[in-house]
C-alpha cells in the first residue's frame, strides 16, 4: 500500500508571531478569576472551593460513575441527534455552557442511578430546572427538555429508563438577572478569598469532597433555586420520551467515524472491535485517561483551549463535517482550521523538520482544511517541557495545495475502514506510536 505523504502537499508553513503574541498577551492579561460556567452558578460554593483546591479530586467510585455518565451521553447523543446538534458550546454574560443538544430547543441529559419521583422535580432535582433554565436564557428560548435516563431499572423493570421532561420559562429576562447576581456573587468571594456569601449547596451534609475545607458549617446563608421558581409549564413529555425510545430501539445508523479515525485507521479499527466485545469498560477507561490527562495539563494549555473553543464573538466556531460515516465537526479560529497539540519534548522542532516530525498533526490539520475547503489552517504547538515561558507556545500557518486529493485520502480512508476485514488493509499509524499501543500484538508491531 503506497503511503500517503502528507508533507508533500504542504506547500508553505510560516509562524505566525503576532498571533502568537497576541495569544500570549490575552492570556497573561486574562481577568482573574477565570470563566464562569453555567455549572458553577448552580452550586456556588462547590464552584469557589473548586477553583481554590484544585488538588482536592473526587474518589476513584465517583470519577467512574461521572465518565459512565460521559459515556452515555455520546451514544444516547448520538441515538437520537445528529453530530451538530451536540455538545453545543454557548456564552453570554461572561457566562459559558454546554448544551448537550440543541437542535430546535435546548435539551439536558441527565443520568441517575436513584430513581425519579416524576411528580415533583421542582422538589427532588431543582438544579435541573435551574441548569436548563439558563441554557434557555442563554439562547433566547423560552422552552426546553430534560431527557432522564435511570440506571439499574433492572430492579423495578415497569419503570421505563428514560423520562422527558418539558419545561417553559416564561421570564428570560429574570434568569438572565438572576445569573449576573450569582456570576457577580462567585466573583466577589474569589476575589476576597472569602466563600461566606456564599449560599450552601443542595446536598449540604451529605458527602462532599469540600466538606473538609468549606465553611458551610458556620456560615447560615441558604440555598436558594430562584430560577427553577421561574419555571412556567412543566410536564411530562410522554409523546417524545416515546419517540426517543423507538429511535433508540430501531436501526442503529453504523456509528460514525471522526476526523481522528482516518488519521490513525489501525487504531480505529482495533478500538471498534474492542468496543464491541466490553462496550462500556473500554470507554471508562478512555474518559478515565482523558481525564487524567486535562488533570496534568491544567493551567495554561487548558486557558489556551479556552480561548481557542470560545473566543471573542464571533472568533471561534465548529464547522459540521459530513461524509457519512465520517461526521465531525472543524474547530475554526479566526477564520482559518485550527489545531492545538502539546508535543512532549523539551525543545522546539525546527520548521524544516516539523512536517516530519508531526505527520499525524499536519495529516489531521490538512483533513480539517480539505473538508472545509481551506486551503489554509493553523497549527499551535504547546510545548510543556521547554523551560523559557516565551518559547512554549509556536503559531503555525499551514498552507496545503491540492486539497482535492487530500480530501480523496479523507474519504478513500473512510471507505477502507467500513470495508476492512483486518487491520493489515489499513494505513499504518506513524511508528512511535506503536511502543505504546495496546493493539500491537494484533497489529504485528510488537
Ligand atoms: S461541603 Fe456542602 S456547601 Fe460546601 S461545597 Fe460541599 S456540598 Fe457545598
Ligand atoms: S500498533 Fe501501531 S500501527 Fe498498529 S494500531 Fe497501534 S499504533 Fe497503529
Known sequence: ?????????????????????????????????????????????????????????????????????????????????????????????????????????????????????????????????????????????????????????????????????????????????????????????????????????????????????????????????????????????STTCEQLLSKMAGPRPSQPFGINDIVFPRKAYFKRLRLQEIALGEEVREEKEGHLRSMDERGFLDALRDSLRYGAPGEAQRIPVQHLPLVDLVQVWQDLPTILRDPKFSSLVERERLTRAFSHYFLRLGFDCALTENPKGRLLLYYARVPKEDAKLMVYDVTFRKLDAIKGEALHRVELLEKAGTALQLPKCPSWLCSYCDYRVECGEA
Open 1 to 237: 500500500m503506497a503511503e500517503f505523504d502528507i508533507a508533500s502537499y504542504v506547500s508553505r508553513i510560516e509562524a505566525n508571531r503576532s498571533v502568537k503574541d497576541a495569544l500570549m498577551q490575552g492570556l497573561k492579561t486574562r481577568r482573574p478569576p477565570y470563566r464562569i460556567s453555567v455549572t458553577d452558578l448552580l452550586n456556588l460554593k462547590q464552584a469557589y472551593f473548586r477553583r481554590k483546591y484544585p488538588e482536592i479530586v473526587p474518589p476513584l467510585e465517583k470519577q467512574q460513575l461521572m465518565w459512565a455518565g460521559t459515556g452515555f451521553h455520546k451514544t444516547f447523543g448520538s441515538a437520537v441527534s445528529s453530530e451538530e446538534y451536540l455538545e453545543q458550546f454557548v456564552e453570554a454574560e461572561g457566562i459559558v455552557g454546554k448544551l448537550d443538544i440543541y437542535a430546535k430547543i435546548p435539551v439536558e441529559v441527565k443520568t441517575t442511578s436513584t430513581p425519579v419521583d416524576t411528580k415533583d422535580l421542582l422538589q427532588y432535582r431543582p438544579t435541573y430546572v435551574e441548569q436548563l433554565g439558563m441554557y434557555c436564557a442563554m439562547v433566547n428560548a423560552h422552552e426546553g427538555e430534560i431527557i432522564i435516563y435511570q440506571r439499574q431499572v433492572e430492579e423495578s423493570p415497569s419503570t421505563s429508563p428514560l423520562i422527558v421532561y418539558h419545561v417553559t420559562f416564561p421570564d428570560l429576562k429574570a434568569i438572565r438577572e438572576e445569573m449576573r447576581r450569582r456570576r457577580d456573587l462567585l466573583v466577589q468571594a474569589l476575589i476576597s478569598n472569602d466563600p461566606g456569601n456564599l449560599p450552601a449547596c443542595l446536598w449540604f451534609g451529605r458527602q462532599c469532597d469540600y466538606a473538609q475545607v468549606c465553611d458551610c458549617a458556620t456560615t447560615s446563608v441558604q440555598a436558594s433555586h430562584e430560577i427553577a421558581k421561574l419555571a412556567g409549564e412543566l410536564y411530562v413529555d
